[in-house]
């Protein structure tokens, strides 16, 4: 029998996509870089740009001025390497082993220093330019205020002295008081610049934008506070294929758990989206599909590959036939009651082409 090879015979094209409007994602880092006064934003490009690819995004961030990369982990670094220098590229999480530490040496990446241990680690490594986060009030990496007078911490050379504001998308007194925190630990210690503001941060003015903005979920089409509401545009975009239409009878149950059940015949299309490609069920209550403007409610349960839609308002539509998944951050976060950001993240490697 005859194999298949990649060379001898490509795959049939996927029967669901996603799109990035690359044009979106490249005004809204113009917008935040405006919004940011003085201060440059930079780019949150961790968990594979949010989901939405690296190898897409970085190339247009970096087309449109961004010079500043963050990721969370350092297997994320090679991917981001491929597109930008190496002393743009922070590593979130910094130095957690001696072999981190060696292989931010060697690729020219910057760590982000998060602890006594981590400066420490860094120091008997061999050092070099790296950033320091000081918490101020989220407690999860950062040293503290008081730990930024140790000889440790004192030794590091650092570029951008940064902390993370754990509320920024609501308002309150939390802003201020980090605010405030992070304004006493600036005279403590040497450093180039100053990065406070994630990008619900930058929409709170120019007092947190400082010198260095962090964006991220506005990038990618999120909108953490109504002032960037009509300033972030949508950039992903999803459709998938309807698989099979059937005909149901009254009392015919779908999905699992019979979850809905027909009252009167009905003409429904099986399309090929589910929780594997980040299509979750949580989505799938009161939520419907669209083509040409109509709304094709989804019935029972979202299963792993499949949903069902209601064809009633498009009797036309047959297998084949492309329906589009409202991708609109703000809205399906509100319909779900998912985060943006998980909204985003989740998505399926099959949807991003992977």
Same mark, same amino acid.
């Given at each position: 029998?005859?194999?298949?090879?990649?060379?001898?015979?490509?795959?049939?094209?996927?029967?669901?996509?996603?799109?990035?409007?690359?044009?979106?994602?490249?005004?809204?880092?113009?917008?935040?870089?405006?919004?940011?006064?003085?201060?440059?934003?930079?780019?949150?490009?961790?968990?594979?740009?949010?989901?939405?690819?690296?190898?897409?995004?970085?190339?247009?961030?970096?087309?449109?001025?961004?010079?500043?990369?963050?990721?969370?982990?350092?297997?994320?670094?090679?991917?981001?390497?491929?597109?930008?220098?190496?002393?743009?590229?922070?590593?979130?999480?910094?130095?957690?082993?001696?072999?981190?530490?060696?292989?931010?040496?060697?690729?020219?990446?910057?760590?982000?220093?998060?602890?006594?241990?981590?400066?420490?680690?860094?120091?008997?490594?061999?050092?070099?330019?790296?950033?320091?986060?000081?918490?101020?009030?989220?407690?999860?990496? &950062? =040293?503290?205020?008081? @730990? *930024? #007078?140790?000889?440790?911490? $004192?030794?590091?050379? %650092?570029? /951008?002295?940064?902390?993370?504001?754990?509320?920024?998308?609501?308002?309150?007194?939390?802003?201020?008081?980090?605010?405030?925190?992070?304004?006493?630990?600036?005279?403590?210690?040497?450093?180039?610049?100053?990065?406070?503001?994630?990008?619900?941060?930058?929409?709170?003015?120019?007092?947190?934008?400082?010198?260095?903005?962090?964006?991220?979920?506005?990038?990618?089409? &999120? =909108?953490?506070?109504? @002032? *960037? #509401?009509?300033?972030?545009? $949508?950039?992903?975009? %999803?459709? /998938?294929?309807?698989?099979?239409?059937?005909?149901?009878?009254?009392?015919?149950?779908?999905?699992?758990?019979?979850?809905?059940?027909?009252?009167?015949?009905?003409?429904?299309?099986?399309?090929?989206?589910?929780?594997?490609?980040?299509?979750?069920?949580?989505?799938?209550?009161?939520?419907?599909?669209?083509?040409?403007?109509?709304?094709?409610?989804?019935?029972?349960?979202?299963?792993?590959?499949?949903?069902? #839609?209601?064809?009633?308002?498009?009797?036309?539509?047959?297998?084949?036939?492309?329906?589009?998944?409202?991708?609109?951050?703000?809205?399906?976060?509100?319909?779900?009651?998912?985060?943006?950001?998980?909204?985003?993240?989740?998505?399926?490697?099959?949807?991003?082409?992977?």
């Amino acid at each position: 029998m005859k194999s298949l090879t990649s060379s001898s015979l490509p795959p049939p094209p996927p029967s669901h996509r996603l799109r990035v409007d690359t044009d979106a994602l490249a005004h809204n880092w113009r917008e935040l870089d405006r919004l940011s006064g003085e201060a440059k934003a930079g780019a949150a490009v961790k968990a594979d740009c949010y989901g939405l690819g690296v190898d897409i995004c970085v190339p247009v961030l970096r087309d449109a001025g961004c010079e500043a990369f963050f990721v969370a982990h350092w297997s994320e670094v090679s991917a981001v390497l491929a597109h930008v220098p190496p002393e743009q590229v922070a590593v979130l999480h910094g130095p957690m082993t001696e072999h981190d530490v060696r292989y931010a040496n060697a690729a020219g990446v910057r760590p982000v220093i998060n602890s006594l241990q981590q400066a420490r680690r860094w120091t008997d490594g061999g050092g070099g330019i790296c950033h320091l986060m000081v918490d101020t009030g989220i407690n999860r990496l &950062g =040293v503290s205020i008081e @730990e *930024l #007078a140790d000889p440790a911490v $004192q030794a590091l050379d %650092i570029d /951008a002295l940064m902390s993370h504001l754990a509320a920024a998308d609501e308002d309150g007194e939390t802003n201020a008081r980090q605010l405030s925190a992070f304004r006493a630990a600036i005279p403590q210690i040497d450093h180039r610049r100053l990065s406070l503001s994630n990008s619900a941060g930058i929409a709170l003015g120019k007092d947190f934008a400082v010198d260095l903005t962090r964006p991220g979920l506005a990038l990618y089409g &999120g =909108v953490p506070r109504p @002032e *960037l #509401a009509g300033i972030i545009k $949508q950039v992903a975009y %999803i459709e /998938a294929a309807i698989i099979q239409v059937r005909m149901l009878k009254p009392g015919d149950r779908v999905g699992y758990n019979g979850e809905f059940t027909a009252d009167k015949p009905m003409r429904v299309a099986t399309v090929s989206l589910g929780y594997a490609d980040g299509f979750l069920r949580a989505r799938g209550r009161d939520f419907s599909l669209r083509n040409s403007g109509l709304d094709l409610p989804l019935l029972g349960k979202v299963s792993m590959d499949m949903i069902v #839609a209601d064809l009633e308002s498009a009797p036309d539509l047959d297998e084949g036939d492309w329906l589009e998944v409202p991708f609109n951050l703000p809205d399906a976060a509100r319909q779900s009651s998912v985060s943006q950001y998980e909204l985003l993240t989740v998505l399926g490697q099959r949807l991003r082409g992977g």
